[in-house]
């Protein structure tokens, strides 16, 4: 196995307890990771399995117990809570299951936050918002609050947001969880595609074996480890597939 | 941009906490700015008085008791270095004797030719006065008295009555402002005749030249002025009127803090319901990428927002408050004041205090919801580990703020501090309190819990239950709806209490200090410069010779300075039971009269207190004749001049001070000869010139004006239940909101409309009644430390009595706002459709 | 209608790029025939031999009505090869020739989370002489699955998109009926795994 030098995100030996005493519960257990630059990672496992717990381990939201997390070679632990705040901002984009955007704040506004949080003028923010929306097809969704929109395209958005920093990666964390199958899947295609034509990172965390195959690689976790990890072939031609599913 | 968008955004999108949190801030202001506004107002009044009265002249040369001296020394003057111009000045205090009754009017003396150097005349009609049967008045004064050019003007000076003939009408402004327009400009040989004939002028006013330094001037004219005279600014006589003022503004401070420390809590309550409404939003920035500081920005930029709108709107209401106390506070002065004038200071400290104790209520609660973690905030509650309690450090914190309004009080019952500063420190002290009741108010709440819940399961069965657990889950929130219903019983009770005290007061002295059954008087001087048409001594002989009549007696005031420090002396001869016996605070009472006519004087208990004088030791006062000590026979307590005052024996005052003329002549009549006294003295008032008032008509007057205090603080109290009714309504609704699902499904299993009502007003009762244990203990505090400030500064012993009306009241109060707070959340918790409310989320 | 066009038509539209027997066409029209639902003309040509056209009797017309209308829910044959490994291997794991049971797993590796993931196959367990035990049958059940996903998302949107085998709607439910297939299988893998942890060894 092939190391790139410097991997986007790396965790060592990972654990994350919550309680303590007789209460205390193991969510991440030693759990070691590296995500390489331009890789679509899926993490698979049943719910409660800390899945999400290493996502918010890995993006900084939530400090491990022990082990340690670096992001592009900068170790989390050394950074006071702007400097963590600040590698969120730019350098780690985040979508929820639940897409959380701010329902006062319209599309575009929820889209540029970010980036005006960031410090740039408003109107270059807006800009730049408009045109990740158009990305992920939402050009005609500009004006609209998240109560006008469908749960696709309130993942749409969120994914904008996400996207909208050019971070280093994107971390999501079941974002086809409250969609139907086949939006499910377009926001899964929409990944994929970002991965194929922008050489964007995602690691992504989900529990549906269909979205988690889009990877490029495939985590499994069990009871807070990772017990089996897939690498993607290259697929065949389509038609030898479908060959073989005529029998 | 985007981020004040939202905070706006969310703003209009909860119409009903911004209003609140915008009211706690305008309750505060309001208070703030109207009481400021007021007394501004009332000291500016006293103060340009004079400075319109000098017009371009910095300074002017008085009598020490700005009685009349001898003219000649203006040509002295004008010669001095340093002088461009100086001119003589005969004030009288005059009636204008119109048909509709006699109004206070100050009549100038002047000299026409010079006079122009000093003042502006703007003629709108007619000329200057060119001998001494004219007269120049304002139009505006013309047109209320239905006078023209050429008419005949009535007017009553010391001397009786005069009738000038007006010969131009002045515009407004310049030297038509003087006295809020009350002003006419004749000759100084009219105003002298005016003033009884006494041939002096009442000031010089000088102006000083362009290059020269007023202060420097002012020294060395001082060394050439006979003894006796005095040379200063002419804002310098505003002196009298502010120290009259000092009592009505001690309490209207201490009320402005008590309602901003309202306001502040109300914010507080309704700026932690929105954090706790919008925890997932905030998380979410978080994680976007906001840092602390961005978080605890943004938070304090939404509470200055709500403070500067508080602060618009509170100067709004502070304008319409200040109109009704400044028609109060001339009531109580007994002065024309002029209308409400909006000055920079108050404006500047509303704009200041507005955001700035929205800011500073909302910057601890801020900085400490910006140091939790995202995922915390996201609502994992295994990684919040958090819990929902009150800090433990509140209840220590809490007594420690008691400590200070407690060790004031006992310092202002036992006086041993200087007591001005100690009443000055009254104001903190109370807000210190009420932030200290206010932190053990969660303590209290824990401790009444049971009770309470035992209670009003009695009464309201399991719904009284499920309300108090209601209560208990979000105890932050509910302690600070009680402490804000906490203040409303303090201000009510607490205030209400003292206040009745004083009125009370004021209303007994009225009875025992005057025991006679008429007053004679041209005019009431007012309290601010005590300066009215005196009558002629020589009346007494007449009013004696009335065979009705038992007791005459006089009254006169002059200003005069004690140690230095300007006073109202008040001369009068007492016959016998007269009212200074009864008046007595310190120094042996029988005899007191008897010491004052062999040449000793006696003191107000303000002024006393403020000198550190005690019976037996000797002042210095300032008498025609330059400074001469005198000593102290006793100390009185007294309304007049705000117990600035100094009290002397009619003949040792007309020696002293000189003076003439006799403001009031009280009188009692012969036993069973009052109907024939009142007629007779009626007559004599026709041709002599002066009204009659019986005892009854003063005490009326003086209980409309106490009435009118009375009815202001019932307004304020009321303002204050409005307030705290809106803090319970937002309480309340938002507790309903968070638990509509649960109130749903109690709805869809079990529960009636009236029962989820029941359960929504038993929960504002328990409100209300935890808040009454608080309230009520520092509402007696309060009682009590305005009690002892009231004897701090006039040096007299109060009875501290607790109205017990005013306490039932109070409670009735308290609960019946909460009640009916609360019907308004009911309704809506009531009637929600139970499906939706079993989805929301 | 007659049978070469037929087997063309059912060739190209049914399951393009397979080949249908000949003699399979014409034993299923002699049983049609047999049953009424076709009758059956013979057409003399001049140049070639006569053909057979068949045509739809009335009865055969309903019969087809019916076939159509009639839902196909029951489950696929429960008799699954995979069950039965699972099974075998089970048995044998419970007689102390199968593989470790998971929690072994875990502790092993040096480094963690590579357990199982360096080679893949059965052939790389540690001890040569056991058999594939449940889990690693569950796992290598799991990792094909997931591989074929992986190549039907890929056909379905190639990276190279331009002419997504998704353009041709026979493809299109063929590959989604796959899909959720294998979908369904590693989620009843997942079970499988819960259920026999949950099982006392």
Redesign the interface.
């Known amino acids: 196995m092939t190391t790139d030098p410097i991997p986007v995100i790396r965790g060592s030996a990972l654990t994350r307890t919550f309680g303590d005493g007789a209460a205390a519960v193991t969510a991440v257990s030693e759990v070691d990771i590296e995500v390489q630059r331009g890789e679509f990672v899926a993490v698979m496992g049943p719910s409660g399995c800390g899945k999400s717990t290493l996502l918010h381990l890995l993006a900084g939201l939530d400090p491990p117990t022990s082990g340690r997390v670096m992001v592009d070679g900068r170790d989390l632990a050394d950074m006071d809570d702007d400097t963590l705040t600040l590698l969120r901002r730019r350098r780690i984009g985040f979508v929820f299951q639940a897409f959380n955007l701010l329902d006062v704040l319209t599309a575009r506004e929820n889209v540029a936050l970010p980036l005006e949080l960031d410090g740039r003028r408003p109107a270059d923010a807006d800009a730049r918002a408009v045109a990740v929306l158009e990305r992920v097809g939402l050009s005609d969704r500009l004006d609209h609050t998240p109560r006008d929109l469908s749960g696709g395209e309130q993942q749409r958005v969120a994914l904008a947001r996400a996207l909208v920093m050019e971070p280093l990666v994107l971390m999501a964390d079941e974002p086809t969880g409250n969609l139907d199958t086949a939006t499910g899947q377009a926001i899964t295609d929409l990944l994929r595609s970002l991965v194929d034509d922008a050489g964007q990172t995602v690691l992504m965390v989900t529990h549906n074996p269909r979205h988690a195959s889009s990877a490029d690689r495939i985590l499994h976790m069990r009871d807070g480890r990772l017990v089996d990890e897939q690498r993607m072939e290259s697929p065949r031609a389509a038609e030898a597939l479908i060959a073989e599913l005529q029998g | 941009?985007?981020?004040q968008?939202?905070s706006r955004?969310?703003m209009r999108?909860r119409p009903g906490r911004t209003m609140l949190s915008v009211s706690g801030i305008a309750i505060g202001v309001a208070a703030i700015f109207g009481i400021s506004l007021t007394i501004g107002t009332t000291r500016n009044a006293y103060q340009r008085m004079f400075s319109e009265l000098a017009g371009r002249a910095e300074l002017e040369i008085v009598a020490s008791g700005y009685g009349a001296f001898d003219g000649d020394l203006t040509r002295l003057m004008a010669n001095a270095p340093g002088v461009a111009a100086a001119v003589p000045v005969a004030v009288a205090a005059a009636a204008l004797t119109s048909a509709g009754g006699w109004s206070a009017i100050q009549v100038l003396g002047v000299d026409p030719s010079r006079d122009g150097l000093v003042r502006d005349y703007r003629f709108y009609r007619g000329r200057m006065f060119t001998d001494g049967n004219e007269v120049v008045i304002p139009v505006a004064l013309a047109d209320r008295t239905g006078v023209k050019v050429g008419d005949a003007l009535g007017v009553m000076g010391s001397a009786g009555s005069v009738s000038l003939r007006v010969s131009g009408l002045l515009e407004g402004g310049g030297a038509a402002a003087f006295n809020g327009g009350a002003v006419a400009f004749t000759s100084l040989a009219a105003a002298q005749r005016l003033n009884g004939g006494a041939v002096g002028i009442t000031s010089i006013q000088v102006v000083v030249e362009r290059d020269a330094r007023p202060e420097e001037v002012q020294r060395s004219l001082q060394s050439i002025v006979p003894a006796g005279m005095l040379v200063q600014t002419p804002a310098a006589r505003a002196a009298l009127g502010e120290a009259a003022l000092f009592g009505t503004e001690r309490g209207l401070g201490v009320l402005s803090v008590v309602s901003l420390v309202a306001g502040a809590f109300v914010i507080l309550n309704s700026f932690l319901m929105g954090l706790s409404e919008r925890t997932?939003?905030f998380a979410?920035?978080?994680?976007?990428?906001?840092?602390?500081?961005?978080v605890v920005r943004m938070l304090m930029g939404e509470a200055a927002l709500v403070g500067a709108i508080g602060a618009v709107v509170g100067m709004g209401l502070g304008m319409a408050l200040s109109v009704v106390l400044n028609a109060i506070v001339a009531g109580v002065l007994g002065a024309a004041l002029p209308p409400i004038r909006l000055t920079w200071p108050p404006v500047a400290l509303s704009v200041l205090l507005g955001p700035g104790v929205a800011v500073a209520a909302t910057a601890l609660p801020a900085r400490r919801f910006s140091?939790r973690?995202?995922?915390e905030l996201?609502g994992d509650r295994?990684?919040a580990?958090l819990t929902e309690r009150p800090s433990a450090w509140l209840p220590g914190a809490g007594l420690a703020c008691l400590l200070f309004p407690i060790l004031v009080t006992a310092a202002l019952v036992w006086n041993r501090v200087g007591s001005e500063r100690l009443v000055s420190l009254l104001a903190p002290a109370m807000a210190s309190g009420l932030i200290g009741a206010a932190l053990l108010v969660p303590g209290i709440f824990a401790w009444l819990c049971r009770p309470l819940e035992r209670g009003l399961t009695r009464v309201a069965g399991t719904e009284g239950r499920l309300a108090i657990r209601d209560l208990r889950r979000h105890r932050i929130r509910s302690s600070l709806t009680i402490a804000v219903l906490a203040i409303c019983v303090v201000v009510s009770f607490g205030f209400g209490n003292s206040m009745m005290i004083s009125v009370d007061d004021v209303r007994q002295w009225v009875d025992h200090v005057t025991p006679y059954d008429y007053f004679a008087r041209r005019l009431w001087p007012d309290v601010g410069t005590m300066s009215a048409p005196t009558m002629p001594e020589s009346l007494e002989g007449v009013l004696r010779s009335l065979e009705s009549v038992d007791v005459v007696d006089k009254l006169c005031w002059a200003a005069t300075r004690v140690n230095g420090v300007v006073v109202m002396s008040e001369i009068g001869s007492y016959s016998g039971a007269g009212p200074i016996a009864q008046e007595v605070a310190e120094g042996d009472a029988a005899g007191l009269y008897e010491r004052l006519e062999s040449g000793e004087v006696a003191l107000g208990s303000v002024l006393a207190k403020k000198l550190n004088v005690r019976p037996g030791q000797t002042v210095t006062v300032q008498t025609r004749a330059g400074q001469r000590p005198m000593r102290v026979a006793g100390i009185i307590s007294s309304y007049t001049g705000g117990g600035m005052t100094l009290h002397l024996a009619w003949p040792v005052g007309v020696d002293t001070l000189g003076v003439s003329g006799v403001h009031v002549w009280m009188l009692r009549a012969a036993p069973g000869r009052r109907q024939a006294l009142s007629d007779a003295l009626r007559r004599l008032g026709v041709e002599h010139g002066f009204h009659v008032q019986s005892m009854e008509q003063f005490r009326a007057t003086v209980d409309g004006a106490m009435s009118g205090v009375v009815a202001a603080l019932w307004v304020i109290i009321a303002f204050v239940f409005v307030v705290a009714s809106l803090g319970t309504v937002n309480t309340l609704t938002m507790n309903v909101i968070e638990q509509m699902r649960q109130l749903g499904l109690m709805r869809a299993v079990a529960m009636t409309r009236r029962q989820v009502r029941r359960m929504i007003v038993s929960a504002a009762a328990a409100m209300a009644l935890t808040s009454l244990v608080p309230g009520v203990a520092m509402g007696f505090l309060l009682a009590f430390a305005m009690g002892a400030s009231h004897h701090a500064v006039t040096g007299y012993h109060v009875d501290m009595t607790i109205h017990y009306s005013l306490l039932a009241v109070t409670v009735i109060g308290a609960v019946a706002t909460a009640v009916a707070a609360a019907l308004v959340p009911a309704q809506r918790a009531a009637s929600m459709p139970i499906i939706e409310a079993i989805r929301y989320e | 209608m007659h049978g070469y066009e037929l087997k063309a038509a059912y060739e190209s539209d049914l399951a393009a790029g397979t080949t249908l027997n000949a003699g399979q066409v014409y034993q299923t029209l002699d049983r049609l025939l047999r049953d009424g639902l076709v009758t059956v003309r013979v057409v003399e040509q001049s140049v070639r031999p006569d053909r057979k056209v068949y045509t739809i009797t009335d009865a055969g017309r309903a019969s087809l009505a019916e076939w159509l209308a009639s839902p196909d829910a029951s489950p696929p044959a429960v008799r699954d090869e995979m069950l039965i490994k699972l099974l075998v291997a089970r048995r044998l794991s419970r007689a102390g020739v199968g593989d470790r049971p998971p929690a072994a797993c875990r502790g092993e590796t040096s480094d963690g989370a590579r357990c199982g993931a360096a080679g893949g196959g059965p052939g790389s367990t540690s001890s040569a002489e056991k058999f594939a035990g449940p889990n690693e049958v569950l796992r290598n059940e799991r990792r094909a699955c997931m591989a074929r996903l992986h190549e039907i998302n890929a056909a379905l949107h190639p990276r190279q998109a331009k002419d997504p085998a998704g353009g041709d709607v026979r493809t299109r439910l063929l590959l989604e009926l796959a899909a959720l297939r294998l979908e369904a299988q590693v989620k009843w893998l997942d079970r499988c795994e819960a259920i026999l942890r949950g099982e006392k060894p």
């Open positions: 941009m985007i981020v968008r939202y955004r969310y999108r997932r939003s979410l920035m978080r994680a976007l990428g906001m840092t602390r500081s961005q140091v973690s995202p995922l996201l295994r990684a580990g």
